[in-house]
């Protein structure tokens, strides 16, 4: 449906910032409600950040608000995450993903991308 490609991970010190961005390669991206979600080694995969098709809507997990945030150039099909305040806790790979319905639930995502590695020095 969407092939998706994640970039701009790598090693920042705590306190620190990095951008993610996820390219889309599918002709139907403004259609897509795009999220974020971040696997530690022997942990779950958990939501991290949506935003919906248009860009008016956006949701963040608990651990990340304030912190974090979403955006979307549907132009450029890109979605981005800006990650400020980082903390050793948010190591992990994080994953871009496309759902057709606006939700926070990974099931429902049907599109991911490789993935892309974010760690956090103390």
């Known amino acids: 449906q969407v092939q998706l490609v994640e970039s701009g991970g790598g090693l920042v010190q705590a306190g620190g910032s990095l951008r993610l961005s996820c390219a889309a390669s599918?002709?139907?991206?403004?259609?897509?409600?795009m999220g974020w979600f971040r696997q530690a080694p022997g942990k779950e995969r958990e939501f991290v950040a949506v935003i919906s098709d248009n860009g008016g809507r956006t949701y963040y997990s608990d651990s990340v608000k304030g912190r974090f945030s979403i955006s979307r150039d549907n132009a450029k099909n890109t979605v981005y995450l800006q990650m400020n305040s980082l903390q050793s806790k948010d190591t992990a790979v994080y994953y871009c993903?496309?759902?057709?319905?606006?939700?926070?639930?990974?099931?429902?995502?049907?599109?991911w991308g490789q993935g892309t590695q974010v760690t956090v020095s103390s």
């Open positions: 993903a496309a759902s057709l319905l606006v939700t926070t639930t990974t099931q429902y995502f049907g599109s």
């Open positions: 599918g002709r139907t991206f403004s259609m897509y409600t």
